[in-house]
């Protein structure tokens, strides 16, 4: 029996374990795709809001020629810091749910990439899962048609494609700026009176730029309210219509992250953000032993946790986990 298992092996589970094997606790943790997937699942040219000393985790030195590092630094790092640590991953099994045991141990039921079913027990379970798994859906006609993504990869695909970006934030303005790059035409459709204020400060200015230029038709205060095979229909907030000729949608939408693993555990849902019970002292959720760590936290208030501070997280745990073994 492990004295803990992490689920998810996201910047904020890795620095949970970190912190536990420090303790002395004997940790595992169980990854349904691979380490940092999250991240791997970012733009490929995206580069980071945060500074590299903001992204370390478990004293491992983030070293980059940029202030701002990009994606593929950041998957080298976080690589380089399971292995200089030495973490005991399971990658490709997925926790399906844990049950808590007569005597406080805790079961996790996995499957792997078999399709075999696994069990592990132990004293004490994180749960450190992301929110890339499920998209905030839009519920318009056409949303399932294979033209619509809720995932932003690259804009090479998109080159003198009409493409419709919904959303206001630095996913969907990042997207819209590199589909520019490769001769898309770019329409990109928000409900907002503004994009958001929370745009990069170093890119906001070039976005406005292509917008007064015409590069970027931005419609404001507008919705998608209607997607077909050759167009997208715009309703505005007063009510007006209008059809756009378009070949792709990428709808910049956000994430939710999953609360299976959570109701199969038992923790209490506290508010309407579907945010779980939890002591932010210890990060312990109102089922003993069971903890929650990085943006599983915020409910469906992504941007209230990041890594910056989502990786302090495991010192919290591991700290209360010894504590308790000493009362």
Known sequence: MKDVIIIGAGPCGLSAAIECQRQGLSSLIIEKNFIVHSI???????????TTPLLEIGDVPFTSPNDKPYRHEALVYYRRAAAQHQLNIAAYEEALSVLK??????????????????????????ISTGYFDQPNMIGIPGE???????????????????????????????????????????????????ISENIKPWVRPIFESMVQKGNITLHLESRVTE?????????????????????FVLAMTGFRP??????????????SLDKPAFNPATMESNIPGIYV??????????????????RGHGKLIADHIVSTRLT
């Open 293 to 310: 760590a990085g943006v599983i936290a915020s409910g469906r208030n992504a941007n209230e946790v990041f890594i910056e501070s989502g």
């Open 258 to 271: 999953s609360r299976a693993l959570l109701s199969s555990a038992g923790v209490r849902m506290d508010d």
């Open 227 to 247: 997607i077909t095979p050759a167009s997208v229909v715009v309703t505005s907030s007063s009510g007006g219509t209008s059809v756009l000729d378009n070949d």
């Open 144 to 194: 399932e048609l294979s033209k619509v993504t809720h995932y932003f990869g690259e804009a090479h695909p998109y080159s003198g494609m009409k493409v419709a970006v919904i959303g206001g934030s630095n996913s969907a303005v990042d997207a819209a700026l590199e589909l520019l790059r490769v001769g898309a035409k770019v329409d990109m459709v928000y409900r907002g009176s503004s």
């Open 101 to 126: 045991q007569e005597d406080g141990s805790f079961i996790v039921h996995t499957v792997n990439k078999r399709g075999e079913e696994q069990q592990h027990r132990a004293a004490n379970v994180v």
């Open 40 to 50: 791997y699942l970012y733009p490929t040219n995206m580069q980071f809001f945060s």
